[in-house]
Nanobody, 113 residues
Framework: VQLQACGGGLVQAGGSLRLSCAGS????????VGWYRQAPGKQRELVAT???????NYADSVRGRFTISRDNAKNTVYLQMNSLKPEDTAVYYC????????WGQGTLVTVSS
């Protein structure tokens, strides 16, 4: 399984970004997928996950600002990030949870104050 994330960049506080992660292989549409992030000097943390039928889970810090969604026909998971804050600055990784965890290469999101 390969996961290719894109959509990161530099944005001002209050702005929006949309991350995408395209997965290879049919396993994508039968697995929960999600986004994690790792800020400098911090551990990787969960941002949001979505199950196959579309049940979502969010970290408290992003709930109400971020929206995770998936398009199984395109093997793609999205993260719409609104009202971004400087503390959202991190490398964002997409994840596929199957018999093991698969990770994308990460995309950097920088939010300036």
């Amino acid at each position: 399984v390969q996961l290719q994330a894109c959509g990161g960049g530099l944005v001002q506080a209050g702005g929006s970004l949309r991350l995408s992660c395209a997965g290879s292989g049919i396993i994508f549409r039968f697995s929960a997928v999600g986004w994690y992030r790792q800020a400098p000097g911090k551990q990787r943390e969960l941002v949001a996950t979505i199950t196959v039928p579309g049940i979502t889970n969010y970290a408290d810090s992003v709930r109400g600002r971020f929206t995770i969604s998936r398009d199984n026909a395109k093997n793609t998971v999205y993260l719409q990030m609104n009202s971004l804050k400087p503390e959202d600055t991190a490398v964002y990784y997409c994840n596929l949870a199957a018999q093991r965890n698969y990770w994308g290469q990460g995309t950097l999101v920088t939010v300036s104050s």
